[in-house]
């Protein structure tokens, strides 16, 4: 069943891949179109599905899947100095070591103030081993503000997709950025900044601007429940308040979870960004079980808000 609202699918419409616009008022009887398309796929096979859909990799998801420590791709890393690159401080590239299923998305992740790489490194490998390159970084200084983390994050996505030694592993019309605390800021800022980003997803997120309005990027806010450098009643809930009600957006507040959560492994901040990923950097409606209907509260979850379904 087709809950988000459906692209074109790039290639359905004008056969070449091409950056797509988020808005989803722009489509009326186009959408009623796919969606009758979309409601065949369930019958075919994954082959017939990746046929469909260009951007899909693995095989199908299941809550195991994308609960585990790692996904179906074994991965491989490459550190990235300072020293070889301008407009962020470097980082490291982990992404899937065969190149047997094509190019794959790509995600920059930008620590938070005062920290490094190393503070959200969990993510490098568990995010890469489902499918997409990604690159964690070190910003300039440990205290560059949320503006200048955001100008980081596309220097690095430039320097992934036209320079690095993976450029040609990476398809870069499907890109995404994410990040914690004031890197969570910049993703924002990151979003805002460049409408063609894929994914957005700001992790318990500090900026001094609680609007956002101009994002057109799919946005997936991440808060915590005892935060208190963030709070989300002054951060990560008018973040997402504040985004387009037409846009594909959701907000995750973690149940008994902090400022810093997000720096060590989490299955909840893992499976919903698989799947955020999964859906809007590669158009895999497979995902969609996970985000819609919107997940309960839990153990983990102390409040899940999102729009879906807008169609259905
Ligand atoms: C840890 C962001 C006034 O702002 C703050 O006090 C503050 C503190 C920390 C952070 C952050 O990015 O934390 C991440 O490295 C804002």
């Given at each position: ?36 398309i ?6 075919l096979?994954p ?7 260009p ?20 991965v491989?890393q ?12 470097g ?166 979870a ?5 720096n ?49």
């Amino acid at each position: 069943m087709q809950l988000f609202a459906r692209r074109p699918a790039s290639g359905a419409t004008s056969g070449a891949p091409g950056p797509r616009s988020h808005r989803r008022r722009r489509y009326g009887a186009l959408t009623a179109g796919l969606a009758a398309i979309a409601g065949l796929t369930t019958t075919l096979s994954p082959s017939a599905g990746a046929a469909e859909n260009p951007y899909e990799r693995g095989p199908a998801p299941t809550t195991a899947s994308i609960e585990a420590s790692r996904g179906p791709y074994a991965v491989s890393q490459a550190s990235v100095s300072s020293l070889s690159v301008t407009g962020f401080g470097g980082g490291t590239i982990y992404y899937p070591t065969s190149t047997a299923d094509g190019t794959f998305g790509a995600v920059a992740i930008s620590p938070g103030y005062t920290a490094r790489q190393s503070s959200i490194a969990w993510l490098g490998p568990r995010l890469a081993s489902q499918g997409f390159v990604v690159f964690t970084i070190d910003t300039n200084t440990t205290s560059d503000q949320p503006a200048s983390r955001g100008r980081q994050l596309l220097a690095a996505l430039d320097y992934l997709t036209e320079r690095s030694s993976v450029r040609t592993r990476i398809d870069a019309t499907r890109l995404g950025v994410m990040g914690h605390s004031m890197g969570g800021g910049g993703a924002l800022e990151a979003a805002k900044s460049r409408p063609s980003l894929q994914a957005a997803i700001p992790l318990t997120a500090w900026n001094l601007d609680k609007t956002w309005p101009e994002i057109e990027t799919p946005t997936l806010v991440v808060g915590a429940d005892g935060d208190s450098i963030a709070p989300v009643s002054s951060h990560s809930e008018p973040f997402y308040q504040s985004l387009p009600s037409s846009l594909d957006r959701a907000y995750l507040e973690l149940n008994n979870a902090s400022h810093f959560t997000p720096n060590s492994s989490n299955t909840t901040i893992a499976k919903y960004s698989i799947s955020w990923l999964k859906r809007f950097i590669d158009n895999d409606t497979r995902y969609e079980q996970f985000l819609c209907p919107l997940p309960r509260p839990s153990l983990t979850i102390e409040e899940y808000r999102g729009n879906c379904p807008h169609t259905s």
